[in-house]
């Protein structure tokens, strides 16, 4: 019989210590995948953050690095700037990039870094029980909004990437979910788009991922996707914020 | 053939002759020279010159091109250095091979750009969290400045660990004829552990972040002992007519300077002083200071701060012998003077 799909050689072969129903999963399977078709895993030096996804560097199978809680792009900045030949991406999530990590996140996209940024937004603090991220939604309960985040206590939920398409430096910048088959689908070209735009030279991507936290939310996996789909999407519009890509 | 120049600009063309790939800073005073001359100098060498947007991220780039096994600096002053802690931090625990100069100005705070000796305990008793040091090199001449630069790199590699430059404002700034006699370097070893892309060999992953049972502690117990290796191997200093002296003035860095110019003033007056002069602050020349603490013998620990190295002499000395403090911290400056005014009050 013919093997049509099998395993990316970029992931490693070994279970994820990621709660039922999490995107994490997904997204670092797509996250492999891409590395696979692009041929760049064994000249990839990936950062990882602190979050969830700090264990990235048990599950991919390829050369991954620790940073401070927020730093990766300035960490990810030191390693390309020394190894501009390497491919260079973070995978970071909502709080580590921004808020701790913000001012590392608008220079390195300022200076136009040509590196890749997979930014997973799940609108809460994952790893440390589900406290309020800068993404938290208007009204959304947390750990630490225990009565729905209020704009006059809390401030407002951050939009990265329009944040950042403000910023010359920033060359392509999408935002895609993965709460059904066809979204996971554009997530992945996004992915490609981003990382392709790294190895032609054209400066800074960055792919903010839409993902469900069904243990922090509250949530059985299932309507952890129809709060995705019909209220996280809505305040956070899925689709291409900026794409120079074709004119760099 | 000798060149005039600034301390800080001798400790940049040490590193540069040690083959530093990447300087990532930000500007404070007084280490401003450092990239001011680098922004220059690394870009004409076809190397990295990157101003970062804070002490923070400068220390963290540092981090992400040490990770590849580049040599890599950053350099600061006092506040900019306790912003880098936190990297400072992981790069020890992920055994990552830096260097990080600290021209040291008063404190606390913001406190004034002159030239302290404040950031001792920083340096040496740890700055950020967990156990770890870092090897603490304490330069006094501006041809320190370029030799302990330039040796800084090879230190680190051997360990596998950062290496601190404390220095201070007057050394940083003070203009002395230098020798930069010291061969470029080009070849490097390939190391077993950095992180350049899998390529015909097993992935590997750096991390300070050891969850699984037992690990961490493990982790610790063999950092220590490579800091009890470190201890043994590189504790370096110099001594000034210590043999025969009744009072031996502890100081290093710039103090070091003053205090040797009260030696001979003493000896002048026919007082017999004399003075060590540690070279590295970690680790600490114990040993050499407990030899010399024979009975009759008296310590002066002279320091631009309110007492800080003081610690480590008497933990040396452990009792056997008195020791007394003179210091001043803020941007004052102890002179030879006052140190044999000192002097003679001990030996009365």
């Not at chain 2, 990080?100 to 606390?108: D, S």
Request: proline residues 5%.
């Amino acid at each position: 019989m013919e093997k049509i799909l099998s395993k990316p050689e970029a992931l490693k072969d070994t279970n994820m210590s990621y709660c039922p129903g999490c995107g994490h999963g997904i997204i670092h399977r797509l996250v492999a995948e891409c590395i696979d078709e692009l041929g760049v895993r064994e000249k990839t030096v990936a950062v990882a953050p602190v979050g969830c996804a700090v264990f990235a560097y048990d599950y991919f199978n390829f050369d991954v690095t620790e940073a401070p809680h927020g730093r990766p792009p300035a960490v990810a900045t030191g390693i390309k700037r020394t190894n501009p030949e390497k491919f260079v991406f973070t995978y970071q999530g909502d709080g580590d990039i921004a808020a701790i990590g913000m001012a590392e996140t608008i220079h390195a996209a300022n200076r136009g870094e040509n590196i890749t940024i997979i930014f997973v937004n799940n609108a809460n603090y994952g790893m440390t029980g589900g406290q309020m991220a800068p993404t938290t939604l208007i009204g959304q309960k947390t750990e630490t909004t225990p009565f729905g985040r209020d704009p006059k206590r809390e401030g407002y939920p951050i939009h990265l990437c329009e944040l950042l398409s403000t910023l010359e430096g920033t060359t392509y910048l999408e935002r895609v979910s993965i709460h059904n088959p066809q979204n996971i689908i554009k997530a992945k070209k996004a992915i490609k788009k981003a990382f392709q735009c790294q190895i032609d030279g054209k400066g800074f991507s960055l792919v903010e991922v839409i993902s469900n936290c069904p243990v922090d939310w509250g949530m059985t996996p299932l309507d952890s996707i129809k709060w995705t789909e019909e209220v996280f999407i809505k305040a956070f519009p899925l689709g291409a914020v900026k794409d120079k890509t074709d004119e760099k | 053939m000798k060149k005039l120049v600034k301390g800080n600009i001798a400790l940049c063309e040490g590193a540069i002759a040690a083959g530093l790939k990447s300087y990532f800073g930000y500007p404070i005073t007084p280490q401003n020279e450092v990239p001011a001359y680098l922004s220059r100098k690394m870009v004409e060498l076809g190397r990295v010159f990157v101003q970062a947007e804070s002490e923070i991220a400068a220390a963290n780039m540092v981090l992400g091109a040490a990770v590849t096994g580049a040599r890599a600096m950053t350099s600061s002053s006092s506040p900019g250095i306790s912003l880098k802690q936190e990297a400072i931090s992981y790069m020890a625990g992920m055994q990552i091979p830096a260097l990080i100069v600290n021209i040291q100005r008063g404190g606390p705070g913001l406190g004034n750009i002159s030239g302290a000796q404040s950031d001792y305990f920083q340096a040496v008793k740890g700055g950020g969290h967990g156990d770890y040091r870092l090897i603490v090199l304490a330069p006094n001449s501006v041809q320190e400045m370029y030799e302990m630069a330039y040796d800084s790199f090879d230190l680190a590699e051997k360990y596998r660990t950062p290496v601190m430059i404390l220095a201070d404002g007057i050394v940083g700034q003070m203009m002395e004829p230098v020798e930069f006699n010291r061969p470029e370097k080009k070849d490097f070893e390939e190391k077993s552990w950095h992180l350049n892309g899998c390529k015909g060999r097993a992935p590997r992953s750096i991390q300070s972040l050891l969850m699984k049972d037992g690990v961490l502690e493990k982790h610790n117990i063999n950092l220590q002992e490579k800091y009890k290796t470190i201890s043994k191997n590189e504790a370096r200093f110099e001594t000034y007519k210590t043999d025969d002296a009744r009072v031996i003035i502890t100081a290093y860095g710039i103090s070091s300077r003053i205090a040797k110019s009260a030696v001979k003033l003493a000896r002048k007056e026919g007082i017999k002083a004399g003075l060590f002069r540690p070279k590295t602050l970690w680790p600490f020349p114990s040993e050499a200071i407990a030899a010399l603490a024979k009975p009759g013998v008296k310590f002066l620990s002279a320091e631009l701060s309110h007492g800080q190295m003081i610690e480590d002499v008497k933990l040396a000395v452990n009792g056997k012998v008195p020791v007394e403090f003179l210091g001043k911290a803020g941007g004052a400056i102890i002179t030879e003077q006052e140190i044999v005014i000192k002097i003679k009050e001990m030996i009365k």
